[in-house]
């Protein structure tokens, strides 16, 4: 099963990602965590990615696609893939498309988890309490929401558009959230 993950900053796509990898059995793309692990071990690439994450901006296409290519080129991921973090904007959603068409395979479902702005914005402060992560800081978290609703909110369309898209409510214990996601896919323990 190949599982896109969209939802705002803060929405849990992360939390959801790593409790379904145990559920599922899929490997887990972020796209977040491999730019940040990048600038951890002081790449080129890193660095340049690390600047323009701390503002809040999205890295350039080009380097993104270049990244989840490699990714997605690796046998893990032959069976399918938990991607969280990509596609970010229209081009990129068709980028993906062109990739897996090219290996022969296809996204069979986007799940949008929809939490309200005032909860995602206390998510990610406390996180900022707790981790220190550069950009959970307050005007860098109110320019992610802003590039988030101008960039990333039309690839909800795209998939629905394309009848592939299902939202999940984001709000209430990651279990719970979780359980709704199991749920949509007919994976929960009911439903097994
Ligand atoms: P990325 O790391 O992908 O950040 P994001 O999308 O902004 O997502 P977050 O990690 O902030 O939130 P999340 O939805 O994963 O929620 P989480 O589970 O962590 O990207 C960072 C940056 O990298 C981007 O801004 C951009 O610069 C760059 N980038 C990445 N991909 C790119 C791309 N494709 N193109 C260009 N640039 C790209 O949860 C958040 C917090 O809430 C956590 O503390 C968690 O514990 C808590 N939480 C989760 N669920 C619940 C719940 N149900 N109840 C209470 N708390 C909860």
Do not use: C, W
Not at 72 to 100: E, W
Not at 153 to 165: E, K, S, T, W
């Amino acid at each position: 099963m190949r599982i896109v993950l969209l939802g705002a900053p803060g929405s849990g796509k992360g939390t959801q990602a790593k409790l379904m990898v145990e559920r599922l059995g899929l490997p887990h793309i972020s796209t977040g965590v491999l730019l940040r692990n990048a600038a951890k071990r002081g790449t080129a690439l890193g660095l340049k990615a690390k600047s323009i994450i701390d503002k809040g901006e999205l890295v350039p296409d080009d380097i993104m696609s270049d990244m989840i290519e490699e990714r997605l080129s690796r046998d893990d991921v032959a069976d399918g893939f938990i991607l969280d973090g990509y596609p970010r904007n229209l081009a990129q959603a068709k980028s993906l498309d062109t990739m897996l068409d090219r290996l022969g395979q296809s996204t069979d479902v986007a799940i949008q988890i929809d939490v309200d702005l005032e909860q995602v914005i206390r998510r990610l402060a406390k996180r900022a309490k707790e981790e220190g992560r550069a950009d959970d800081s307050g005007e860098v978290v109110r320019h992610r929401m802003r590039v988030y609703h101008e960039q990333t909110a039309p690839v909800i369309d795209y998939y629905a558009n394309r009848g592939l898209l299902t939202h999940v409510l984001g709000d209430g214990t990651v279990e719970e959230v979780l359980e709704r996601i199991l749920s949509v896919l007919n994976m929960n323990q009911t439903a097994a």
